[in-house]
């Protein structure tokens, strides 16, 4: 399974909020055997958002969009989703009735537009928060909140699947550029992937989904590198 992030906000484009929503999904959909192929970052606006929605959802099996979800000013993401599937925001039954259900509010207590979603979108509740997300298509809507986001999606996640990897690491105190003929001779000797990382040292990552073939390349690695 394939899938694209979008995150949402004009303050992880200046910097001023650190984007570890992205970092924290891209961890719990590899843990899932599920790929990400593309992350992408939009400001506050819905075409933006909508044009990027469109071309993550047309090319991938699943895309995740965070942030931009509530009744203020800036809070288009749903606008946005909307327009890229044509269709129109409207207060959707599902949110009103779980509201009045769970949360004892009224339509008259709740700010205008928090029970409003995309035209035939599935309803995801809102467990630690408010404002609900919702499912487009094979487009996943979640809050912007940390807390709220990974509730929302340890509700949905099983609906991520795909081949996991078994992962070996390997450390290195060699350079990297001595390590590209034994790095290439590994993936010649043994079916895996490898990714090397330079830091303190050199990282080296051996993936396969055979444990037993990781191990083999990574115990091969260590006795050259």
């Known amino acids: 399974m394939k899938v ?16 570890t929503n992205a970092s924290w999904l891209g961890r719990r959909l590899a843990e899932r055997g599920v790929t990400v192929r593309r992350t992408v970052v939009v400001p506050d606006d819905i075409e933006e958002i909508a044009a990027e929605t469109r071309r993550l959802a047309d090319r991938y099996d699943a895309v995740i969009v965070t942030g931009g979800l509530g009744p203020t000013h800036d809070d288009v993401t749903m606008d946005g989703v909307a327009a890229a599937f044509d269709r129109d925001v409207t207060e959707h039954p599902d949110a009103v009735a779980w509201f009045e259900a769970h949360g ?10 928090t029970t409003f979603l995309p035209e035939d979108a599935r ?33 949905v996640e099983s609906e991520f699947e795909g081949e996991r990897t078994h992962v070996e690491v390997v450390h290195s105190e060699k350079p990297e550029s001595a390590l590209v003929d034994t790095l290439t001779e590994v993936q010649e000797q043994f079916d895996v992937t490898v990714g090397s990382y330079p830091g303190d040292g050199v990282r080296i990552r051996v993936g396969s989904p055979d444990p037993e073939t990781a191990e083999a390349a990574a115990a091969w690695l260590r006795e050259r590198v």
């Open 123 to 155: 309803l995801l509740p809102n467990e630690e928060g408010v404002a609900p997300g919702a499912v487009v298509e094979n487009v996943y809507v979640l809050p912007g909140v940390p807390s709220e986001m990974k509730a929302m999606f340890d509700a």
């Open 104 to 113: 004892g509010y009224h339509n008259s207590d709740l700010a205008e537009g």
């Open 4 to 19: 694209g992030v979008l995150t949402v906000g004009d303050e992880l484009l200046s910097g001023e909020t650190e984007n």
